[in-house]
């Protein structure tokens, strides 16, 4: 590893370590209550991720940025650049421009995840009607996409006026299992855009490089 990298660790350490108290220090002694989401009765929680800027997804606000040009800069140092293919690669990812994917969730303030198994079968209409009525509990969410035309899997998806809030679940009846996402504020659609053109081209570059380095490897055994 080299000084500089050593010296980039330390930063984002810090970086951590300043933050964190800034945030302890701003939240209440109890546990504050995640946003609702109400799932259909007979379930058992097996994973539940909860963000909000009071902690982690603060930290991540603050963490994307700083890992952008901390990718741009190793991409560029002489390292990388005699590191072959994986340098190659980071030097790509340090030309994505993650200011958009900030700039994209800025407005967010909670992100919560369920994962949630059922020892009772549902069918996917079953699932989608009890879920709808659940959403209406949560606040005045509308009905944005609704799929229960497949019975192997059911989608939906509900937002809140003004772009005030999203929430969705994904529910697959063969192995009982449902999967919940609840996003409080809003989020900078044009922005998201942005950054996934980014990611996009990112790929497309990366697709063609192992291309080039395939076709240059077969050249190559060849002439052997």
């Not at 990812?93 to 994962?115: C, E, M, P, Q, Y």
């Not at 509308?142 to 799929?147: I, Q």
Request: charged content about 20%; hydrophobic content about 45%; aromatic content about 6%.
């Amino acid at each position: 590893m080299t000084r500089r990298n050593i010296i980039a660790m330390i930063a984002s350490v810090c970086l951590i370590a300043i933050a964190l108290p800034a945030f302890a220090a701003n939240s209440e002694a109890a546990i504050i209550s995640p946003p609702a989401i109400y799932m259909p009765w007979g379930g058992k929680i097996a994973t539940e991720i909860n963000f909000s800027d009071g902690d982690v997804l603060g930290i991540i606000k603050q963490a994307i940025p700083a890992m952008g040009e901390l990718a741009k800069e190793l991409g560029e140092t002489p390292q990388a650049r005699k590191s072959g293919r994986m340098g190659e690669v980071v030097s790509m990812i340090g030309g994505v421009n993650t200011r958009h994917l900030s700039d994209a969730i800025k407005d967010i303030t909670n992100v919560r995840l369920i994962a949630m198994r059922y020892s009772r079968p549902m069918t996917v209409e079953q699932f989608a009607e009890d879920f709808s009525s659940g959403a209406l509990k949560a606040g005045p969410f509308n009905k944005v996409l609704l799929n229960v035309g497949n019975a192997s899997q059911t989608v939906g998806l509900f937002a809140l006026p003004n772009n005030a809030g999203y929430m969705g679940f994904i529910y697959t009846p063969c192995n009982r299992t449902a999967y919940a996402l609840r996003i409080v504020g809003s989020i900078d659609v044009q922005e998201l855009i942005k950054f996934s053109g980014d990611i996009a081209k990112l790929s497309l570059k990366i697709h063609e490089q192992q291309k080039m380095n395939g076709a240059s490897n077969s050249d190559e055994q060849g002439d052997l």
